[in-house]
Nanobody, 129 residues
Framework: QVQLVESGGGLVQPGGSLRLSCAAS????????IGWFRQVPGKEREGVSCTSSSDGSDGSTDYADSVKGRFSIYRDNAKNTVYLQMNSLEPEDTAVYSC???????????????????WGQGTQVTVSS
């Protein structure tokens, strides 16, 4: 079955850290650009971070301005998984985080949300004291 499964969300205090995982099954993750997106009720989904494929693209990464210097995205191709390391978390980071795969251009984009063809179910991240 072709799917993405996120894990690693939870409740954390401000200033804390979490690592989200996006595990792929049924396909090879490195052939796809992978993006992390987040959404809070009543707001549009926003791009957080993404990584381009190293097969067919340049393996580049991108981050939303709001998370630069705090979040880091990286791949473990042996585990067919992409991670999002989130440090110095703030209450404004509270959201449902989802990962998505894009296999047409294989180049990551935080704005071209509609280009991502496969989505995970999401994992809740809550930052609160």
């Amino acid at each position: 079955q072709v799917q993405l499964v996120e894990s690693g969300g939870g409740l954390v205090q401000p200033g804390g850290s979490l690592r989200l995982s996006c595990a792929a099954s049924g396909f090879t993750l490195d052939y796809y650009a992978i993006g992390w997106f987040r959404q809070v009720p009543g707001k549009e989904r926003e791009g957080v971070s993404c990584t381009s494929s190293s097969d067919g693209s340049d393996g580049s990464t991108d981050y939303a301005d709001s998370v630069k210097g705090r979040f880091s995205i990286y791949r473990d191709n042996a585990k067919n998984t992409v991670y999002l390391q989130m440090n110095s978390l703030e209450p404004e980071d509270t959201a449902v985080y989802s990962c998505a795969a894009e296999g047409h251009t294989r180049h990551c984009s935080l704005s071209a949300i509609n280009e991502y063809e496969l989505w995970g179910q999401g994992t809740q991240v809550t930052v609160s004291s």
